[in-house]
């Protein structure tokens, strides 16, 4: 790949030059065209961004000008179908969009079509739309299942899917089971270096995500994640996240649930902020003006449920926010994606994740091995780390304007986990874990404090940790009744600050050498 400007991204206009990656990726689909029986089903991954849709947009072009058969193209939103009719006609296509509302009396005039799955179906059984001289079917977002069920009438067509994430949305129905063969892109990585894509700054706040269900499409479902983030200590990890992280920057907040993002906008809205809510049930009018607003104002922040996954392209995005957790590999790349769109003067962009997810997935833009999620996605599956085993492996890390307030002191964790077992080993009862811990607390406010009343108020600051700290030690004991956990955590705090009143001056000595001023 030779690099390019980011000028030259601006200006670059549909229809015109491809990029060489792009040329190639075309080269390789009309092989696997001439080299394959007429019924066969091609998948092609490029990561959001990357230009899918330039991408098959040219295979309509150069294939409509050497065959004599016609192209349909679906999507499964009304938003894609408009996009795509459009890109196919900068490419100089002339195309149709069936939507609810078309005539058909005057197809016959049309060498392409661009349809939404649900419309098409109910079209084609109705037998209103004649599909016999379609050679070439474009899937895009290939990874939905809702396509597969139109597959029956295309048995003679070329199937090209095009997606970024060759993964299905349903583990019931593997894309194996239903194309070909698959043809690897360009990699995140290779967008970034050569200029096509922003790089992501990664920053995650662990999150207890054990509460969460999981429904029966195999991702958490609204009303327990609305239970979790919703709660006020949720609300505020996020708001202070966002302070920390994406203050000042145009963001995208992603939510599971309506209620979620309405919670969302209210705390916002009461910080200060400039902020809009958008969720499916906004009529079309009402979307534009959100949008509109988002794209002219700097500092905009919109929260969202869903909506802004797929179609939605705003490169002056700088931050995105995931205040929510996923098992959905695609979800995952989908949310990030929305930041990754570059411009003269961005090249990188933030992403927050409260949910987990880069630790069960991976930073966005590792070198993931598409061939083998696409032929064994089980085996990637059940692979992945269950909420339990992400939770084992966390490490409470203090926010940096925190870490400052104890900058004398060379280390601030405690591992609860070793101390329990050593405990245990010991022969000691386990009271003796939350006893060190408390010691260790108080010692890293003592070092940093002049006097008494120094100290407790960084204790006041330590909340987090010890809400970590208490939630380690339950599972240790396994012992984690709601009522339980939070009466451990008053009685945390009452004896930490006793602790400090009862011992400040002489742990204060045996650290400096010398007694505190009076």
Not at 211 to 217: F, H, I, R, T
């Amino acid at each position: 790949m030779s690099k390019v400007s980011t000028v030259e991204l601006e200006e670059r206009k549909a229809g015109k030059d491809l990029y060489s990656y792009q040329k190639g990726a075309i080269d390789k689909i009309f092989t696997a065209f001439e080299e394959s029986p007429d019924d066969y089903h091609l998948l092609y991954q490029l990561p959001t961004g990357g230009g899918k849709t330039v991408i098959f947009s040219e295979i309509v072009r150069q294939y409509l000008k050497h065959h004599k058969k016609k192209v349909l193209v679906m999507t499964h939103r009304i938003e894609l179908c408009k996009q795509t009719s459009k890109m196919l006609t900068e490419f100089a296509v002339h195309n149709k969009v069936i939507d609810s509302k078309a005539d058909l009396s005057d197809q016959a005039e049309y060498s392409c079509f661009v349809a939404m799955v649900e419309t098409l179906n109910n079209r084609l059984n109705d037998d209103k739309l004649d599909i016999s001289d379609i050679g070439l079917v474009i899937i895009d977002e290939a990874h939905y299942n809702s396509f597969t069920k139109l597959f029956k009438f295309f048995s003679q067509s070329f199937i090209l899917g095009v997606t970024a994430t060759p993964l299905s949305s349903s583990i019931e129905l593997p894309m194996t089971d239903n194309y070909d063969e698959l043809i690897v892109g360009e990699s995140i990585e290779s967008l970034i270096e050569n200029g096509f894509l922003a790089r992501a700054n990664m920053y995650s706040y662990n999150v207890g995500l054990t509460s969460l269900v999981v429904g029966a499409n195999g991702d958490y479902t609204v009303k327990s994640s609305e239970d979790l983030y919703t709660d006020n200590d949720m609300l505020t990890k996020l708001i202070q996240a966002y302070e920390e992280r994406s203050k000042g920057k145009k963001t995208l907040i992603f939510n599971n649930g309506i209620n979620t993002s309405l919670h969302v906008y209210d705390t916002f809205r009461r910080a200060g902020y400039p902020i809009a809510h958008l969720d499916n049930t906004n009529t079309k009018k009402e979307r534009a003006l959100i949008l509109k607003w988002f794209k002219k104002t700097p500092d905009a922040i919109l929260t969202s449920v869903s909506i802004l996954t797929t179609g939605f392209d705003e490169p002056t995005v700088e931050s995105i926010i995931l205040n929510r957790a996923t098992k959905s590999l695609t979800l995952y790349y989908q949310m990030i994606g929305r930041g990754s769109r570059v411009l003269k003067d961005k090249k990188t962009f933030d992403v927050i994740d409260l949910g987990n997810n880069f630790h069960r997935f991976g930073a966005w833009g590792d070198d993931l091995d598409w061939q083998k999620i696409f032929r064994s996605p089980y085996y990637y599956l059940d692979a992945l780390l269950s909420d339990e085993e992400l939770e084992s492996n966390f490490r409470y890390e203090m926010p940096d304007e925190l870490r400052a307030e104890f900058s004398k002191s060379k280390e601030v964790y405690f591992d609860i986990q070793k101390t329990y077992v050593d405990s245990v080993r010991a022969g000691e009862s386990s009271k003796v874990v939350l006893e060190r811990s408390i010691e260790q607390h108080a010692k890293i406010c003592i070092e940093n404090s002049e006097d008494v009343y120094d100290a407790l108020a960084l204790a006041k600051m330590l909340g987090d940790d010890i809400d970590f700290r208490i939630g380690r030690y339950t599972k240790c004991i396994s012992k984690s009744t709601f009522n339980f956990v939070e009466w451990l955590k008053g009685d945390y705090k009452k004896k930490l600050n006793s602790y400090l009143r009862s011992n400040f001056d002489e742990v204060f000595e045996q650290i400096h050498g010398y007694p505190p001023e009076d």
